[in-house]
T-cell receptor
Framework: DGGITQSPKYLFRKEGQNVTLSCEQNLNHDAMYWYRQDPGQGLRLIYYSQIVNDFQKGDIAEGYSVSREKKESFPLTVTSAQKNPTAFYLC???????????FGSGTRLTVV | AQSVAQPEDQVNVAEGNPLTVKCTYSVSGNPYLFWYVQYPNRGLQFLLKYITGDNLVKGSYGFEAEFNKSQTSFHLKKPSALVSDSALYFCAVRDTIGAGNNRKLIWGLGTSLAVNP
């Protein structure tokens, strides 16, 4: 079945460490997105990518980095520069002219 | 500025009663509107969308939404609520500014629906 897979489901990070969240899709979608979700704040866009080897900053890109070396994969690295990384992270994808997103099941990151 | 508003943080309804979750939007041009549902610790699931045509759109799990251009609204409705409908609901509108390839979804903050048995 086609879909988006995010891993791991739960992730714990020590302060000062970088961590990478995985997002893989087999939907042949062109565009991929990373969102951060905090209670009461809805979805905030971190980074997005419309095509391979290209990506753009979203509204809250500071402290995060991404790569898009393959169409299927869009990993997100939460760097030590991100001051408050504890959150629920969601990956989504769509066709370039798509009219709706498909979401992964999310990764909950906790700084310990 | 383009935006989506969900004026209610929480909606409570008794099982079997009709439910409405409100959404208003502000975009230039013709809006493409969406509703998604999120269960705890899960990703968002697509419910329905309005692109063009009939103002009443039917979606998954018995939900429907009514597009009202004059009121710039896209309220989500269901005739008879179930306890299992309890979840977080998000309204979104497609960005109408910029090149087609860069049009993202603009999200509301979400409405928590609680259906009481």
């Amino acid at each position: 079945d086609g879909g988006i897979t995010q891993s791991p489901k739960y992730l714990f990070r020590k302060e000062g460490q970088n961590v990478t969240l995985s997002c893989e899709q087999n939907l042949n979608h062109d565009a991929m997105y990373w969102y951060r979700q905090d209670p009461g704040q809805g979805l905030r866009l971190i980074y997005y990518s419309q095509i391979v080897n290209d990506f753009q900053k979203g509204d809250i890109a500071e402290g995060y980095s991404v790569s898009r070396e393959k169409k299927e994969s869009f990993p997100l690295t939460v760097t030590s520069a991100q001051k408050n990384p504890t959150a629920f992270y969601l990956c989504a994808s769509t066709y370039t002219q798509g009219l709706g997103y498909t979401f992964g099941s999310g990764t909950r990151l906790t700084v310990v | 500025a383009q935006s989506v508003a969900q004026p209610e943080d929480q909606v409570n309804v008794a099982e079997g009663n009709p439910l409405t979750v409100k959404c208003t939007y502000s975009v230039s041009g013709n809006p493409y509107l969406f509703w998604y549902v999120q269960y705890p610790n899960r990703g968002l699931q697509f419910l329905l969308k309005y692109i063009t045509g009939d103002n009443l759109v039917k979606g998954s799990y018995g939900f429907e939404a009514e597009f009202n251009k004059s009121q710039t609204s896209f309220h989500l409705k269901k005739p008879s609520a179930l306890v299992s409908d309890s979840a977080l609901y998000f309204c979104a509108v497609r960005d109408t500014i910029g090149a087609g390839n860069n049009r993202k979804l603009i999200w509301g903050l979400g409405t928590s629906l609680a259906v009481n048995p």
